[in-house]
């Protein structure tokens, strides 16, 4: 199927309800498989949605979850807010992935964003590393206008 880089629908409501604290939470970032059966997009509502479909990446030193990203800092750039989190790193693993997930662990696995990588990115035994886009109004991965 397919995955459209969006931040989920249901994150933007549960926001504004209190719901996420970004900088304090336990937010994870899962990886999605390539050759996925589901679809993963705006409408996407938890790391479930992942599971259920068994389109988590599965391979050596891969656990399932993902893992907790780090250092997450919320700015504003200009007057837009955003949220940057470390660079993270799968290491020495053999995977092929076409996305991942964001979602907060911390309040029963909700989800935040999806993100596709625009083709199959692959790591034999070596890492595999997500870079996050500069921190930014117009290329942070969460940012609220």
């Known amino acids: 199927m397919a995955i459209t880089t969006a931040m989920c629908n249901s994150f933007k409501t549960e926001l504004l309800g209190g719901v996420h604290d970004l900088d304090s939470d336990s937010i994870k970032l899962a990886l999605i498989k390539s050759g996925m059966s589901g679809t993963y997009n705006a409408s996407t509502t938890n790391y479930s949605n992942v599971t259920d479909n068994s389109d988590e990446a599965s391979g050596t030193n891969y656990s399932a979850g993902g893992q907790a990203l780090d250092g997450a800092s919320i700015a504003l750039s200009g007057s837009t ?8 790193v799968f290491s020495s693993v053999t995977v092929s992935v076409a996305g991942c997930i964001i979602y907060n662990a911390g309040q029963s696995n909700k989800a935040i964003a999806v993100i596709d990588f625009g083709g199959t990115v692959s790591a034999t035994a070596g890492n ?9 109004a117009s290329n942070a991965v969460i940012r609220i206008a």
Do not use: H, K, R
Not at 81 to 88: L, P
Not at 128 to 136: C, Y
């Open 81 to 88: 807010a955003i949220v940057d989190f470390t660079d993270e």
């Open 128 to 136: 595999l590393s997500i870079e996050f886009p500069a921190a930014d």
